[in-house]
Nanobody
C-alpha cells in the first residue's frame, strides 16, 4: 500500500502563488508515475500535470504555462508550483500514484490522496 499526503493548499488572491506537495509513503517504488488532478465543484476531475517518473517523461502541464510540476525522488514527493493564480484555478487538487510505466497515457492510477483545497479570490 502507498499513502499519499497532499499539503500546501490555501486561499490566495488572484496573481498569487502556491506550491502543493504530495508525499508518498509506504510501499513506494522507484518505478512509478505520479500526477496532479483538480476538481472544481460541479465539474469533472481534470488532469493538471503528469510525470512518468520511471521513463523520465513529463507531460505538458496545463494552465497556460503557469504551473510547474516536478518530483523529488529521494523524498518521494511530487510538487506543483502554481504562479499567477486565477479564480478559475479554484478547486480541490488531488495527487495520484501508480507503481507502473506510462500511466500518464493509460490513465490508470492505483492510489489517490485526499486532496487539498485551493481557493483563489479576485
Amino acid at each position: 500500500q502507498v499513502q499519499l499526503a497532499e499539503s500546501g493548499g490555501g486561499s490566495v488572491q488572484a496573481g498569487g502563488s502556491l506550491r502543493l506537495s504530495c508525499a508518498a509513503s509506504g510501499s513506494t517504488s522507484d518505478r512509478r508515475s505520479m500526477a496532479w488532478f483538480r476538481q472544481a465543484p460541479g465539474k469533472e476531475r481534470d488532469r493538471v500535470a503528469c510525470l512518468d517518473v520511471s521513463a523520465n517523461i513529463k507531460h505538458t502541464v496545463s494552465a497556460e504555462g503557469r504551473f510547474t510540476a516536478y518530483e523529488d525522488h529521494a523524498r518521494n514527493t511530487l510538487y506543483l508550483h502554481m504562479n499567477n493564480l486565477k479564480p478559475e484555478d479554484t478547486a480541490t487538487y488531488y495527487c495520484a500514484y501508480d507503481p507502473g510505466w506510462y500511466n500518464c497515457a493509460s490513465g490508470s492510477w492505483s492510489y489517490w490522496g485526499q486532496g487539498t483545497q485551493v481557493t483563489v479570490s479576485s
